[in-house]
């Protein structure tokens, strides 16, 4: 396994086309169903108060984008909460613990916020991303899991 310092993680601040590039190279293998995102997709999701989009480079590869989580922290009447979505991390880079800088970071930066937990959904057959998870220190809660789909 390569070494994780060869890998930084840092939040989105721009629509870069870079930042472009790798949502168009890196969502695809996360969902075959997403649809791609035009820069002022990603501009609005990166503007939002409420998100951080982080971004894993390999310092390794001239910083290449390998890899993004997107951070959520909303204040509900129950407290201040934080969701984790749409982790994905290259094919050509996993193994290398992208996933576990992610989302380190990304409970980092919940907890600055005030959040009071962080939650997450994994599929089962996503098992690599859930034992991910479990090391990191999320539980796998006994609740159901709701979708009611608008479009």
Known sequence: MTQTSDIEISVATEAAQEV??????LLPQLS????????????????????????????????????????????????????IEDVVVDDAARGRGVGERLTRKAIELA?????????????????AARRLYEKVGFRLRETGVYRYAIT
């Open 20 to 25: 472009v590039a790798a949502f168009a190279r």
């Open 32 to 83: 075959s169903s997403a649809k791609a995102l035009r820069k002022e997709d990603i501009a609005d999701i990166i503007a939002a108060p409420c998100n951080a989009v982080l971004l894993a480079r390999d310092t390794l590869n001239a910083g290449a984008i390998v890899g993004t989580l997107t951070l959520v922290v909303f204040r509900i009447p129950t407290g201040t909460r934080a969701w």
């Open 111 to 127: 907890a600055q916020r005030g959040a009071q937990t962080v939650d997450l959904t994994s599929r089962p057959s996503r098992e």
